[in-house]
């Protein structure tokens, strides 16, 4: 009766609840991962710890990685000034990144101020 129970309140037919298929935490993490909506966090994370190896630490110090969205990054600047260190830094910045990073799939960078 007990097994009976269980079942109706799973929503599975009446039967031994051992058969039912298991699934692997491992094959579900990426999926729940990406319904939330958090794979591209999960890239940032990334760039964030390896900003100031790829900038340097002068520009590791005015510039913050903000977001990752359809593979281009958004990186906010303290000090306008450092947008044309940056603009002409950008070639070889986007190179380490795409080396250092390929799973984040960076394919452009964009630099705001604020």
């Known amino acids: 009766m007990r097994h009976r129970l ?4 799973r929503g599975v037919a009446d039967g031994p609840v051992i058969t039912l298929p298991t699934l692997n935490v491992a094959d579900l993490a990426p999926k729940i991962v990406a319904a939330a909506g958090l ?6 994370e ?7 190896e790829i900038v340097g630490d002068l520009l ?8 990752i ?3 281009i990054l958004t ?6 000034s450092a947008h044309h260190a940056l603009m002409l830094e950008k070639p070889k910045i986007l190179k380490r990144l795409q080396t250092k990073l390929p799973g984040a ?3 452009d960078i964009r630099f705001r101020h604020g």
């Open 6 to 9: 269980v079942a109706a309140w």
């Open 39 to 44: 794979a591209d966090r999960v890239k940032l």
């Open 105 to 107: 799939k960076i394919r």
């Open 75 to 80: 990186v906010r600047l303290t000090q306008p």
């Open 69 to 71: 969205e359809r593979g």
């Open 46 to 52: 990334d760039v964030l710890s390896a900003w100031q």
């Open 60 to 67: 590791f110090k005015l510039t913050r990685p903000d977001s």
